[in-house]
T-cell receptor
Framework: EADIYQTPRYLVIGTGKKITLECSQTMGHDKMYWYQQDPGMELHLIHYSYGVNSTEKGDLSSESTVSRIRTEHFPLTLESARPSHTSQYLC??????????FGSGTQLSVL | GESVGLHLPTLSVQEGDNSIINCAYSNSASDYFIWYKQESGKGPQFIIDIRSNMDKRQGQRVTVLLNKTVKHLSLQIAATQPGDSAVYFCAEKNDYKLSFGAGTTVTVRA
């Protein structure tokens, strides 16, 4: 079983609020990722990091930002949440660029 | 752009039968493919992977087949069980990242 944790599991928040989605892994993986997923739909890469102090934007444009100050921690922040941000956010990590281990996700609802 | 996709969005299977989930890809340069299973409310879980120098790989009750000629990937599940009900995604390694298809929802009938 993968040791990657996301909190919170569910978040309902009002428009304009600042939120941070947490993601931590205990596998010592250098590479970490954030994907956005609508129900039953494909996963879209929004951010990734190949190591500490390294972050890149993914294929899907996102208003969120990420940081990677420690190997095990890769939080995602939305400065001002909007209803269009309602989605599931999945964090993943990997040793190489192939087999990713996913967390359970954060289901975000912005009212 | 190049993408990975699945032929059918849903698949209904009788318990005990074999399931075949299909995936077409368009990037002939892709050298690695992977299947994930996602149960309701959970993150995707690794099932099996295959490199482009192989055309078949078997796991426990699962087999992945790769046909590079027609750029087709399939996942076969033997003796499908109720616990196999989930959304299945294929992905290909593209530009050092994984690109995912839209997923097939498998429902197992008792």
């Amino acid at each position: 079983e993968a040791d990657i944790y996301q909190t919170p599991r569910y978040l309902v928040i009002g428009t304009g609020k600042k939120i941070t989605l947490e993601c931590s892994q205990t596998m010592g993986h250098d590479k970490m990722y954030w994907y956005q997923q609508d129900p039953g739909m494909e996963l879209h890469l929004i951010h990734y990091s190949y190591g500490v102090n390294s972050t890149e934007k993914g294929d899907l444009s996102s208003e969120s930002t990420v940081s990677r100050i420690r190997t095990e921690h890769f939080p995602l922040t939305l400065e001002s949440a909007r209803p269009s941000h309602t989605s599931q956010y999945l964090c993943a990590s990997s040793r190489g660029v192939e087999k990713l281990f996913f967390g359970s996700g954060t289901q975000l609802s912005v009212l | 752009g190049e993408s990975v996709g699945l032929h059918l969005p849903t698949l209904s299977v009788q318990e005990g039968d074999n399931s075949i989930i299909n995936c077409a890809y368009s990037n002939s340069a892709s050298d690695y493919f992977i299947w994930y299973k996602q149960e309701s409310g959970k993150g995707p879980q690794f099932i099996i992977d295959i490199r482009s120098n192989m055309d078949k790989r078997q796991g426990q009750r699962v087999t992945v087949l790769l046909n590079k000629t027609v750029k087709h990937l399939s996942l076969q599940i033997a003796a499908t069980q109720p616990g196999d009900s989930a959304v299945y995604f294929c992905a290909e390694k593209n530009d050092y990242k994984l690109s995912f298809g839209a997923g097939t929802t498998v429902t197992v009938r008792a």
